[in-house]
């Protein structure tokens, strides 16, 4: 039986164990999937971990085109991604429609968690300084995984990330995501590497996260379809 591994970012974990069932299901073929934040991932690439695909920000597969670890003309745009805010099931969802009401809903909670490495971390840790508020909140920065974690155990009144990762945590409720004039869409990405045992079989697999027949899968794990290729 072929087997494709793949390393994907965990922003897009609910929609890949959907998708990766319903391609083994059709197909046969047999996907190993492992999740990390892309930093973490690109880590790994860049010490040569094996994969056949790699699901990565848009920009982390760029480098690696660019680098010569994916080859050039295989990324494939899955899914755009908005970072969103979340609270403990059941507690009050805070107003965030502006930046005014958002900005006071950060003051005002008793540890906002956020991730230290992923993309959404990455984002708001510096949205923060441009909020100018960057030592006024009281932040839990998470190493690793989903802050949402720390609503369920009562460490934190909020938790930012990408509202993919947010869903996937049981327990929590998404408040929604981010003013639109501070808000950001990321571009989540899959490449084919170069080093792929078996380029034939992952490529047939980049086309099937291409298609339209993956957009249900997508907006039930809080995502948009990417609809590019390049």
């Known amino acids: ?21 319903r391609y083994e299901a059709k197909t046969g073929v047999s996907i190993q999937a492992e999740f990390a934040p892309t930093v973490a991932l690109l880590e790994r690439l860049r010490a040569g971990d094996a994969a056949d695909i790699a699901i990565l920000t848009a920009q982390g597969i760029d480098d690696m085109i660019a680098e010569g670890a994916m080859r050039p003309g295989s990324r494939t745009d899955v899914a755009l991604s908005f970072v969103g805010i979340a609270v403990k099931a059941g507690a009050p969802k805070p107003d965030i429609a502006t930046v005014a009401a958002f900005r006071t809903a950060l003051l005002a ?19 923060l ?26 460490e934190a009144d909020l938790a930012v990330q990408q ?21 950001t869409v990321a571009t989540f990405s899959a490449g084919l590497l170069t080093a792929s045992a078996q380029p034939d079989a992952a490529a047939a697999l980049l086309r099937f996260l291409a298609s339209p027949d993956i957009a249900e899968v997508l907006r039930r794990s809080g995502l948009e379809p990417g609809n590019v290729t390049g």
């Open 1 to 21: 039986m072929t087997a494709i591994r793949i390393l994907s970012t965990l922003a897009v974990m609910g929609a890949m164990k959907d998708l990766t069932a």
């Open 109 to 127: 909670a008793r540890a906002v968690a956020y991730s230290k490495i992923g993309a959404s971390g990455i984002f708001f840790a510096g949205l």
């Open 129 to 154: 300084q441009r909020l100018g508020i960057a030592d006024r909140v009281n932040a839990l920065v998470v190493p690793s995984g989903f802050t949402a974690e720390r609503l369920v155990s009562g």
């Open 163 to 183: 509202v993919s990762e947010l869903l996937v945590v049981p327990g929590i409720d998404v408040v929604g995501k981010l003013p639109d004039e501070i808000g």
